[in-house]
């Protein structure tokens, strides 16, 4: 089965379905395993994959007016269709459109796990988690990631944004005793990945914070660097 949310994300996997009627409101739970989720074009040339995923659906009607849902999903995702760009970590999609605060448990698969739909907030729509992106033989950047979707004029953009972000530009991966180069905490990161069409993905970032220079004695480093990448071939605002 698949499940697509209008110009925002895609979701496939094996659902299972649980339905209630309570004084002419009907709910309908639906819980899912070995879930895949998709941010991103139509054809899934370009975007965030999230896989091995579960999830959890509640779509509300009270016989009165039209239908509305809350959605939780999340698993490990990885980027599609930018080279040199890689994603590791763990991401969660949210949706709530009912206007109400949602607190719904519904069943997944046959093992007897449970996925909690739980809302505090009224109106929500997000893709979030902390993940670590890897820029080929140049920086990673680890933090909370949060992720919007745009479409105009056949053009595709993803906006990604970031806090708690710790980034390290060097050898290694910051944390052995053998990396070499500089770390930059307290940061932050903005970026955008676009594709238009058949064309390649391109992408620009801008991320800075407080730096430190790692694993050279008698050397110190101190103050504020900021890492700038556009390979768009033109101006970003």
């Known amino acids: 089965l698949v499940l697509a949310i209008t110009d925002f994300v895609s979701i496939s996997g094996l659902f299972g379905f649980e339905k209630?009627?309570?004084n002419g409101k009907t709910t309908i739970l639906a819980g899912a395993a070995n879930v895949e989720t998709f941010l991103g074009t139509a054809d899934e040339s370009l975007g965030v994959r999230i896989s091995n995923a579960s999830l959890g659906l509640a779509l509300f009607?009270?016989?009165?007016?039209?239908?509305?849902?809350?959605?939780?999903?999340?698993?490990t995702s990885t980027i599609v269709g930018v080279t040199g760009l890689v994603?590791?970590?763990?991401?969660?999609?949210?949706?709530?459109?009912?206007g109400g605060i949602v607190d719904e448990e519904v069943t997944v698969g046959t093992t007897g796990e449970t996925v909690e739909i739980i809302f505090?907030?009224?109106?929500?729509?997000?893709?979030s988690g902390t993940i670590t992106m890897g820029i080929t033989g140049f920086v990673s950047i680890t933090g909370k990631f949060g992720f919007q979707k745009t479409v105009e004029d056949g053009n595709t953009e993803l906006l990604?944004?970031?806090?708690?972000v710790k980034t390290y530009l060097g050898s290694g991966d910051g944390i052995?005793?053998?990396?070499?180069?500089?770390?930059?905490?307290?940061?932050?990161l903005g970026m955008v990945i676009s594709k238009n069409g058949a064309g390649e993905s391109v992408y620009a970032l801008s991320a800075g914070g407080a730096a430190e220079l790692l694993r050279i004695d008698g050397l110190v480093l101190s103050g504020n660097l900021d890492v700038e990448i556009n390979n768009t071939g033109a101006t970003v605002d």
């Not at 994603?87 to 009912?98: A, D, E, H, Y």
């Not at 505090?120 to 893709?127: S, V, W």
């Not at 990604?160 to 708690?164: F, K, Q």
């Open 176 to 188: 052995s005793p053998d990396s070499l180069g500089v770390s930059i905490s307290n940061a932050f």
């Open 120 to 127: 505090d907030d009224t109106d929500t729509i997000a893709l």
């Open 20 to 22: 209630t009627v309570v």
């Open 87 to 98: 994603f590791t970590g763990s991401l969660n999609v949210r949706v709530n459109q009912t």
């Open 61 to 75: 009607n009270d016989g009165a007016g039209s239908s509305t849902y809350a959605l939780t999903a999340g698993g």
């Open 160 to 164: 990604i944004g970031a806090s708690d």
